[in-house]
């Protein structure tokens, strides 16, 4: 029968199917009634000493004709003991149906989901990474999620952020993503960290979880979750993106214990920090939205094949038994324009005499509280900062050169072409400062070129100011300049100087019309 | 597999970058180079050879010092012959065979 065409049919059954939810939400209801009436006095949070708020529905009491059934079984796999949070698991009526299609299949089964009911995963960052990896870990029923992050919502974040709507705009996006995953599933525990990962407290956070999902957006603190995760003994899925690429690992799983040397951590593959130039964040490289999702949502996958390994019965063996070899060390690329996409490369894994975690450790949880091994420091640039241009101006002071109309000047934009072809000031002309860095004379002939091309002044001595997005690499480009013979005074270039603050000082301080990208 | 150089005396291989290093060398992805089948001394080429002859000769970037610090590549980059880590297979002392493929991975930070 032709449901979707017969209005009488179609409205039968949708008013069946209501009447079973609100049968559900009924019993459910009068479960909750209940346990508010048993716990009247509020329940103390045991961790209030960071700056947490819990959200969560009431944990529901299974229904007591099954209560023995599951008794047994949680026996048998051994999940009865309460987490951190004082619950155990056991699956409601409407749980039976929320996770539905996951639970019919092999690889989780009800063992796999009372699993994840009674896990505790950690998103260190809520950002392009974590937000899609929340909310899989979600909608998964990952009994507790814990959301670490100090930052607030920014427009340039909504492309990929995905969790985060317009109307959060400066909102804290800890709060933002705990309103969304409510809306997707309450019942689930959110516990809400305001703040950024702190290596005083990093351990003794991590312990209440039972893995780490690393979504941080630099060197420093990747190396702090993977240092503090080996000495609370957890698991970590690691993951970054720029660009058009991610890559991703698992550290510390098996994790590091008494009896099991534990998996590799993020220090055995790089034991020195990169050098604080060569690393670039997202708004400066520049990130696509699906690439950090997808790697958001690999981080997912992998959070729940910890969080329920496979069955003997499928062939493979719970990783954090002793006995079990540990998983072959791998680091996932995804390269969005490259062919084939993806790519597994194999790595050395465990480091002999690794400082964190290895037999001769050196990190402690005394060294981290005490900051005598300080992150920050250990990534900070081991390079000296380039000299300071003296000669800079600011935007409002250029400003007036350009309404001055008998100051006849040119203005070089150093910006990347891409960047220039988005929106520059009229008149200026595009030397990207990679082209100056890669050959100082080249780019300054392609300067004699476009001045002579467009403009009839090309008198000797002609005043040239320099500007770029923030004002950075206009200095760098400033300090090539001055080198070469044709800047030398009285030469064809009068150098002015570069403008402090860039093309965002001048939307700040000049022309708000001007776009900030 | 044959892996011998050609008559010319230079090895076939494919390097590839990511991470961003292919900014460095023209912003291209995957080269096809021809490797000289010996190094400044005659001895075979070996990785720390090929890094070498990559800042001589397939550099296009000025800053030489986001591929190589000290001697060898910088931290922060991992270099994998035929898809395993180099530590793997003798680091920079590992003879390059015709058809390798050595890939060079800048660790990336955002999220």
Request: hydrophobic share 35%; glycine share 8%; proline share 6%.
């Amino acid at each position: 029968m032709d449901l979707p065409n017969n209005p009488v049919l179609r409205l039968r059954a949708q008013i069946a199917s209501l009447e079973g939810v609100l049968a559900d939400l009924k019993t459910q209801l009068i479960d909750a009634e209940a346990y508010y009436n048993q716990s009247a006095s509020a329940k103390a949070d045991s961790s209030g000493h960071l700056q947490i708020q819990t959200f969560s529905s009431s944990p529901f009491q299974p229904l007591n004709h099954h209560e023995k059934t599951f008794e047994s079984l949680i026996d048998q796999l051994d999940l009865s003991q309460e987490d951190n949070w004082g619950r155990s698991g056991k699956l409601t009526l409407q749980e039976h149906t929320r996770y539905g299609r996951q639970l019919i299949m092999p690889e989780i089964g009800l063992r796999g989901q009372l699993r994840f009911k009674n896990a505790a995963a950690l998103i260190v960052g809520v950002g392009g990474l974590g937000c899609p990896a929340a909310t899989y870990l979600a909608g998964a029923g990952v009994g507790t999620i814990g959301l670490m992050d100090g930052d607030t919502i920014e427009l340039s974040n909504l492309h990929r952020q995905i969790l985060h709507t317009q109307k959060w705009l400066g909102l804290s996006k800890v709060d933002s993503a705990v309103e969304k995953l409510m809306e997707r599933n309450s019942e689930n525990h959110y516990v809400a960290h305001h703040c950024n990962l702190d290596q005083k407290r990093a351990v003794e956070t991590m312990r209440k979880y039972d893995l780490i999902l690393d979504c941080t957006d630099r060197p420093s603190t990747r190396y702090l979750v993977s240092d503090a995760a080996v000495l609370a003994g957890k698991p970590v899925v690691t993951a970054s993106a720029l660009r058009t690429e991610g890559q991703l690992m698992v550290l510390n799983n098996p994790p590091k214990s008494l009896d099991n040397p534990g998996g590799f951590c993020y220090r055995c593959v790089f034991p020195k920090p990169p050098p604080a130039e060569s690393v670039l964040s997202c708004g400066e490289g520049g990130i696509l939205g699906p690439v950090v999702g997808v790697m958001g949502v690999l981080m997912a996958m992998e959070a729940l094949k910890i969080l329920s390994p496979l069955h003997p019965d499928h062939g493979y063996q719970d990783p954090t038994k002793a006995s079990c070899d540990p998983i072959p060390p791998s680091l996932l690329l995804y390269s969005a324009y490259s062919n084939p996409p993806f790519r597994s490369i194999k790595l050395r894994g465990k480091r002999k005499g690794c400082p964190s975690c290895s037999d001769t450790a050196t990190i402690t949880e005394e060294s981290l509280k005490s900051a005598s091994s300080d992150h920050a420091a250990f990534c900070a640039s081991t390079s000296p900062a380039p000299p300071p241009n003296t000669s800079r101006i600011s935007a409002k002071e250029y400003s007036k050169v350009r309404e001055a109309t008998e100051s006849p000047h040119v203005l070089v934009d150093v910006r990347e072409k891409v960047q220039f072809d988005i929106c520059h000031l009229k008149g200026s002309v595009n030397i990207p400062y990679s082209d100056i860095s890669r050959d100082p004379e080249a780019s300054i002939d392609k300067l004699d070129h476009a001045i002579s091309d467009g403009n009839s002044n090309t008198a000797d001595g002609v005043s040239l100011y320099l500007i770029c997005r923030y004002g950075n690499d206009s200095q760098l480009a400033a300090n090539t300049f001055k080198t070469l013979p044709r800047f030398q005074p009285y030469a064809k270039y009068d150098f002015k100087g570069d403008i402090s603050g860039g093309l965002r000082a001048w939307t700040q301080s000049v022309d708000p019309d001007f776009p900030e990208y | 597999m044959d892996t011998k150089a050609d008559d010319e005396g230079n090895l076939p291989i494919v390097v590839e970058f990511t991470g961003g290093l292919e900014l460095l060398f023209s912003n291209q992805r995957k080269h096809q180079i021809a490797l000289p089948s010996t190094d400044e001394n005659g001895r075979s080429a070996n990785l720390a050879f090929l890094v070498r002859y990559l800042c001589q000769s397939l550099m296009t970037g000025r800053r030489k010092d986001m591929f190589v610090t000290d001697g060898t590549v910088r931290p922060g980059i991992l270099v994998l012959v035929n898809d395993a880590d180099w530590e793997l297979e003798g680091e920079d002392q590992y003879e390059l065979k015709r058809n390798d493929n050595i890939l060079f991975v800048s660790t990336l930070h955002g999220g």
